[in-house]
């Protein structure tokens, strides 16, 4: 591994009253030196301050993703920037940046989203020691200069569990995924299996075993630099979705669950199995 450290500690002023928590912000990214840039000023120029913005390079070819980083680290002291020997796969690359974090929140950002200034601030005021944030999103389509506003499901703490499960399971975005979350939260993330619809079976777990809230503003954009919307698969070169390792794993975080019935459970179990049919016939319609 190499890499460097830009600047010291991280910002740990307090207003009057109010504590800061830290909230750490990785950026996993692969040759992608533009969109890593807007990402870094979208990121650098949040409302909230107390930051420690962690870039993992997945050892992109070339020099232009690190002179991004050297140039923007320059003038903010809270960059991080890891550089890759070698190619560790995209859920490597997501791992990193979560297994160097030392926040008390967590995030992570992509190199082609994007985020209104007061995105961290808006969720870590609706966040709690155990409850992930997530606001409501736009898709943004570069390639034809337009957005389309998209609902997420309502989730809070305050609801009875299997009705913010039942709401997932009614709409399933995979975007809650890149929420504000308490960092003990997602550390079961750094192990495991990687398949199709992880970042669903990471938000269900996050529900089942935490809790997460939904808010109604608009701060975060999903963004498509294809010319269309491309699903992106665990075996990049499988030409099939596979649903069963996401099925399996969602009926065992489900099953082991406490905090439902015996009967919510089975209902649950049932309501997926319904999910799982509904998205294996939606992608064989896709061309």
């Given at each position: 591994?190499?890499?460097?450290?830009?600047?010291?500690?991280?910002?740990?002023?307090?207003?009057?009253?109010q504590?800061?928590?830290?909230?750490?912000?990785?950026?996993?990214?692969?040759?992608?030196?533009?969109?890593?840039?807007?990402?870094?000023?979208?990121?650098?120029?949040?409302?909230?301050?107390?930051?420690?913005?962690?870039?993992?390079?997945?050892?992109?070819?070339?020099?232009?993703t690190?002179?991004v980083?050297?140039?923007?680290?320059?003038?903010?002291?809270?960059?991080?920037?890891?550089?890759?020997?070698?190619?560790?796969?995209?859920?490597?690359?997501?791992?990193?940046?979560?297994?160097?974090?030392?926040?008390?929140?967590?995030?992570?950002?992509?190199?082609?989203?994007?985020?209104?200034a007061?995105?961290?601030?808006?969720?870590?005021?609706?966040?709690?020691?155990?409850?992930?944030?997530?606001?409501?999103?736009?898709?943004?389509?570069r390639a034809?200069?337009?957005?389309?506003e998209?609902?997420?499901?309502?989730?809070?703490?305050d609801?009875?569990?299997?009705?913010?499960?039942e709401?997932?399971f009614?709409?399933?975005?995979?975007?809650?995924f890149?929420?504000?979350?308490?960092?003990?939260?997602?550390?079961?993330?750094?192990?495991?299996?990687?398949?199709?619809?992880?970042?669903?079976?990471?938000?269900?777990?996050?529900i089942?075993?935490?809790?997460?809230?939904?808010?109604?503003?608009?701060?975060?954009?999903?963004?498509?630099?294809?010319?269309?919307?491309?699903?992106?698969?665990?075996?990049?070169?499988?030409?099939?979705?596979?649903?069963?390792?996401?099925?399996?794993?969602?009926?065992?975080?489900?099953?082991?669950?406490?905090?439902?019935?015996?009967?919510?459970?089975?209902?649950l179990?049932?309501?997926?199995?319904?999910?799982?049919?509904?998205?294996?016939?939606?992608?064989?319609?896709?061309?």
């Amino acid at each position: 591994m190499q890499g460097y450290v830009t600047g010291g500690d991280a910002l740990t002023a307090e207003l009057p009253g109010q504590r800061q928590p830290l909230v750490s912000v990785g950026i996993p990214t692969f040759n992608r030196p533009e969109g890593l840039r807007r990402t870094l000023q979208l990121i650098c120029s949040q409302t909230y301050r107390n930051l420690e913005i962690l870039v993992s390079d997945n050892a992109s070819p070339g020099p232009e993703t690190g002179e991004v980083v050297r140039q923007l680290a320059a003038g903010d002291d809270r960059i991080k920037y890891f550089r890759q020997p070698s190619n560790v796969g995209p859920i490597g690359n997501f791992r990193f940046v979560l297994a160097k974090a030392s926040g008390d929140y967590f995030m992570w950002a992509a190199d082609d989203d994007e985020w209104d200034a007061r995105f961290i601030e808006a969720c870590l005021a609706a966040a709690a020691p155990s409850c992930s944030v997530m606001t409501r999103f736009n898709t943004i389509f570069r390639a034809h200069n337009t957005s389309k506003e998209n609902s997420v499901p309502p989730l809070s703490p305050d609801a009875p569990l299997s009705e913010n499960v039942e709401n997932f399971f009614s709409n399933m975005q995979p975007s809650l995924f890149y929420g504000l979350h308490p960092r003990s939260s997602v550390l079961f993330t750094l192990n495991g299996d990687y398949f199709d619809f992880y970042d669903c079976y990471v938000v269900l777990r996050i529900i089942l075993e935490s809790g997460m809230r939904t808010i109604d503003d608009v701060l975060y954009g999903a963004g498509v630099d294809a010319p269309n919307y491309q699903v992106k698969r665990a075996n990049a070169t499988s030409k099939r979705l596979d649903f069963w390792p996401f099925f399996r794993h969602s009926a065992v975080a489900v099953a082991r669950c406490s905090r439902l019935s015996v009967r919510e459970r089975a209902r649950l179990t049932l309501r997926l199995l319904q999910l799982v049919r509904a998205l294996r016939r939606h992608h064989a319609s896709q061309p």
